[in-house]
């Protein structure tokens, strides 16, 4: 209260204490105190609303040289990093960070995160699986069409202005009816089966166990699953035992009319043979959304008419994107708050 | 005169290629080019006059005359798209009862004048069903996910350079307006289901068959669609069926994909609406005036550009082999054709 020529500036003896300023609520402190180390600009929205919400620092503010200093200078604010696909909390960064409580990915895949550091720091891990299923999937069945009408070459064909007669195409093969092999019959590798069913295609699988679908056809081994079918779609996670999986041999048995298309990590694939295998012809097609040292697609592979490439757009949708950010900043929230995880990595 | 020897002398040649043949096959008169297997089974079953013989020389109406002056003149004909079958041409062969179109519409064919004169026509039926329906699926996907505009940005190190590309639209959950629910827009149909896409159409008739909502004119389609599918035969009701209005209720978030005719979409208005904003994106792979593409479409990132090759696989070649010879089959041994089209069905 402020004193005025007219109002007593004294209170009365028996009054209550005077009343405390406006409180911020204990929510939204334990929030905007939660240091969020944000390692890449991989989404405005997801950034913007780290900001707001959160106390964010973004690690690309340091120089390249500067990265160990800038860690130094606020490790012990950070309690929690965002990361992705391509940036994630490797043993390095975890060491780095001694305050780090949350690791919460903007992606399902997270072989990019030191499970095992984690898992010994006691450091939570969340990723950000099903909001994505469906676009990673469309995109599956995107690239199989794309690779065998070859859509992009007609695309580029018309673009340079090289269609001067009616009359003027190549033939190229039928997607619908193909024998379509799933590698990993996860939550994606089911999306892409319940959609090549769509299309006349009868579906195989190679998991890490045989799954209850009588339709689709178990195979133990990669390379008979690979020569058993037209279309072979990489959809499972990459972790030791999964690396290179899909080797010369798997290749070769995929053959000269097979189509090879990954969705799900670059190194899935011994990618040096993947890019001899096509041009030497001994592999069919590719479509390809990951690659073994992303931004950079193999150029050799540039100037063939046969491969799709796209660089990791398998959930780059407005509407996805968005989904895994709130999924992202939900988990940040209820680990802020003490609440359950949403999507914890067991 | 001069044409006048030309003729006596392809009608001895043809003479004598019908007397060289097996006896008691019946003559066929082929208007279109075909690959060796084709001309290999036609010529196993039929006596073929082949207008794209080597060292024929007739452009196509004198040919059909002359091939009309043989002894057993051809009854039946195996056409295409780019043979133009009116009241001249019927009149240049009187001969023919039966006409076998390999092509995917019938634009090309007087349905009416055909049934004047009785003469049966067989289409493709739905020898190209597949592969357009999946052509039409795979433009869609392209252009909402961009896959060859990012495909582009790659090829061109810009990945590396520049980063990510900018975000695409999630396929599942649109509203997917199909014009023309026939073999092809039926087929698009159920495999756009899979991907969780709500279906509704437009057709001359609603369909008991089908759970999809019926719209019962394209403006409201595509009012309350996301996705306009161009899947319907071009004849007088459908020509620019697609227009100015259609894309303005279609939206600024709406995206055409056309696997019909390109004179099915008003195209100098699409090029406007695209220029503008006023629609988000098309995938197109037939144009009014082929091989014509605007120009001004190139330099656009939301549009899929194709050379009118939704139908072509190897596949749908020896489909449509067999398809026709159980036509042809099928007329010389007074059986029912296995897809006649009727002058009022406008095949869709």
Redesign the interface.
């Known amino acids: 209260p402020v004193a005025t020529a007219e109002q007593p500036t004294h209170p009365p003896h028996n009054s209550q204490p005077l009343p405390l300023p406006p409180s911020v609520p204990p929510a939204a402190m334990a929030m905007e105190s939660l240091g969020v180390l944000l390692l890449h600009p991989m989404n405005a929205y997801l950034e913007q609303e780290l900001d707001s919400r959160f106390r964010l620092f973004r690690f690309w503010d340091s120089p390249p040289d500067g990265r160990a200093e800038f860690l130094r200078a606020n490790s012990s604010a950070i309690r929690a990093v965002v990361g992705n696909a391509g940036y994630n909390a490797d043993a390095a960064l975890i060491d780095a960070l001694p305050s780090l409580e949350i690791v919460a990915s903007f992606s399902v895949g997270i072989d990019r995160v030191d499970l095992p550091k984690c898992r010994e720091r006691g450091i939570r891990v969340t990723n950000t699986p099903d909001v994505l299923t469906d676009d990673v999937a469309d995109l599956a069945v995107g690239l199989a069409i794309a690779a065998l009408r070859k859509i992009p070459q007609a695309d580029r064909y018309v673009r340079a202005g090289l269609w001067k007669a009616k009359g003027d195409y190549t033939l190229t093969t039928r997607f619908s009816g193909k024998r379509v092999a799933i590698l990993g019959l996860g939550r994606i590798g089911l999306a892409i089966a319940k959609r090549a069913e769509a299309f006349g295609c009868s579906i195989s699988y190679h998991s890490r166990s045989e799954k209850p679908f009588p339709n689709y056809k178990f195979f133990t081994n990669v390379v008979d699953l690979a020569a058993n079918c037209d279309v072979l779609i990489v959809a499972c996670s990459l972790n030791a035992e999964t690396h290179h999986m899909v080797n010369r041999k798997v290749m070769d048995a995929l053959g000269p009319d097979g189509v090879l298309i990954n969705i799900g990590r670059g190194a899935l694939v011994d990618e040096p043979e993947l890019v001899s295998a096509l041009l030497e012809k001994r592999l069919g097609a590719a479509g390809l959304d990951v690659f073994e040292h992303e931004p950079f697609a193999p150029e050799q592979l540039f100037s063939l008419d046969n491969v799709v490439l796209v660089p990791h757009v398998g959930s780059d949708t407005e509407e996805t994107c968005k989904a895994m950010a709130d999924l992202v900043l939900k988990n940040l929230e209820a680990h802020a708050l003490n609440k359950p995880l949403l999507t914890p990595v067991p | 005169n001069r044409k006048g020897v030309a003729l006596l002398a392809v009608v001895a040649t043809l003479k004598l290629a019908t007397m060289a043949a097996a006896g008691g096959k019946p003559a066929v008169l082929l208007l279109r080019p075909v690959d060796a297997p084709f001309a290999a089974a036609l010529r196993d079953r039929f006596r073929v006059l082949d207008l794209y013989a080597p060292g024929q020389a007739l452009p196509a109406l004198a040919f059909v005359a002359a091939a009309a002056a043989v002894p057993e003149p051809p009854r039946a004909t195996v056409i295409w798209g780019g043979v133009r079958v009116d009241a001249s041409f019927l009149d240049a062969a009187p001969s023919l009862r039966c006409v076998v179109s390999t092509a995917a519409g019938l634009d090309h064919i007087d349905l009416a004048e055909c049934a004047r004169r009785g003469v049966a026509v067989a289409n493709s039926g739905e020898v190209y069903s ?2 357009v ?3 039409a ?3 869609l ?2 252009v ?5 505009a ?6 061109r190190g810009s ?2 350079a520049q ?3 900018p ?7 649109k509203r997917v307006g199909i014009i023309g629910l026939g073999n092809i827009g039926s087929r698009i149909a ?2 756009l ?4 896409c709500i279906i509704h159409y437009n057709s001359r008739k609603p369909k008991d068959s089908v759970s999809y909502k019926y719209f019962p004119n394209v403006h409201e389609l595509a009012a309350e669609s996301d996705v306009l599918v161009v899947a319907c035969a071009l004849n007088k009701a459908t020509r620019h069926i697609v227009n100015k209005d259609v894309l303005e209720a279609l939206g600024k978030d709406g995206v055409v994909v056309n696997i019909g005719r390109g004179a099915n979409i008003d195209e100098a208005e699409l090029v406007i609406a695209l220029r503008e904003g006023k629609i988000a994106g098309a995938g197109l792979d037939v144009f009014e005036h ?2 014509k ?1 605007p ?1 001004e479409l ?1 330099s656009m990132e939301n549009v ?6 939704a139908v ?6 020896s489909d449509l082999r067999a398809h026709t010879i159980g036509n042809l089959e099928a007329f010389f041994s007074g059986q029912p054709l296995l897809t006649p089209v009727h002058a009022d069905s406008l095949a869709q």
Do not use: N
Not at chain 2, 144 to 148: A, C
Not at chain 2, 150 to 155: D, I, K, P
Not at chain 2, 167 to 173: A, N, Q, T, W, Y
Not at chain 2, 312 to 317: F, K, N, P, V
């Open positions: 597949t592969d329906a999946d052509y699926v795979g433009l996907l392209d909402l996910r961009r896959v060859s990012s495909e582009r940005y790659v090829r990945w590396a980063g990510d590309y975000l695409g639209s999630k396929l599942g959950g159920k495999r289901e899979a991907f969780g082929e091989p593409v120009a190139f899929v550009l194709s050379r009118h090759v072509l696989t190897e596949e749908s070649r």
